[in-house]
């Protein structure tokens, strides 16, 4: 990744942040000093050094890990405003990312039950719930978003 694409991620990550969503490709451009054109070619790039993910078939950004840019089973409050995450690891990361204390609200994917974690000062208010992954680390990239 060179320096214009570490530039780009970071204006795109801080628009995510600043605006609640994921911003547009005009967004980028106009904060960025960038044409709409080399944004979309420099997403398109991060896409396939994973650093984001972009729906297949248009050059929106679905997934700026750890925020999702679509309505998710993990909804996190964090720094006053509400959160989509991939999963339930994203979940905490947005509260690392943020640097701030949040909410999790998500469900057992087993029993359905409704599941609440506070995070404070970086720990969650329960240590005894576990994370799975259905699919090996090395083969997330396979399907991401199924990840």
Known sequence: ?????????????????????A????????????TDVEVVSGWQRLHEQHALVLNPSTAEIRMANP?????????????GRWWYANCAW???G??????????IETSCPDCGEALTVEV???QPDDESLLFH????AARWWDD???T
């Open 94 to 103: 947005i509260c690392a990312a943020l640097h701030v204390d949040g909410r």
């Open 144 to 146: 991401i978003v199924f």
């Open 133 to 136: 992954c259905l699919v090996p």
């Open 23 to 34: 911003p547009t490709a005009s967004e980028v451009a106009g904060s960025g000093g960038l």
């Open 1 to 21: 990744m060179d320096e214009h694409d570490l530039n780009l991620r970071s204006v795109t990550y801080s628009l995510f942040v600043e605006l609640g969503r």
């Open 90 to 92: 994203d979940a905490f």
């Open 67 to 79: 925020f999702s840019a679509v309505p998710t089973a993990y909804r996190v409050q964090a720094d």
């Open 120 to 122: 404070r000062d970086e």
